[in-house]
């Protein structure tokens, strides 16, 4: 099993920035890719950005250039950079891990709320 514990989400105006972190517990070996997701009122959850645990990252068309992902593998914490913040992106963000044998975990999600 994987915990995940998010931190970081809030409220920030246009143009803003905020960072969202992700730390792993448990069996963390087991973990191949971290990454973040979101999901908006009325939307499907879609993938943000992502990162392996070599430190190759993956972004959605809607956040390059804008959000930054990292990744500690010491800490065996993930994080989410996000600047010039827009109103669409205000969704519940979701730390995710990608493990062994095709296992899935979730972490409790975190609001961010971008005001125009």
């Known amino acids: 099993q994987v915990q995940l514990v998010e931190s970081g989400g809030g409220l920030v105006q246009a143009g803003g920035s905020l960072r969202l972190s992700c730390a792993a517990s448990?069996?963390?070996?087991?973990?191949?890719?971290m990454g973040w997701y979101r999901q908006a009122p009325g939307k499907q959850r879609e993938l943000v950005a992502a990162?392996?645990?070599?430190?190759?990252?993956n972004y959605a068309d809607s956040v390059k250039g804008r959000f930054t992902i990292s990744r500690d593998n010491a800490k065996m914490t993930v994080y989410l950079q996000m600047s010039s913040l827009k109103p669409e992106d205000t969704a519940v963000y979701y730390c995710?891990?990608?493990?062994?044998?095709?296992?899935?975990?979730w972490g409790q999600g975190t609001q961010v709320t971008v005001s125009s």
């Open positions: 448990g069996s963390i070996f087991s973990i191949n890719a």
């Open positions: 990162i392996t645990t070599a430190g190759s990252p």
């Open positions: 995710n891990a990608a493990a062994m044998k095709r296992r899935d975990y």
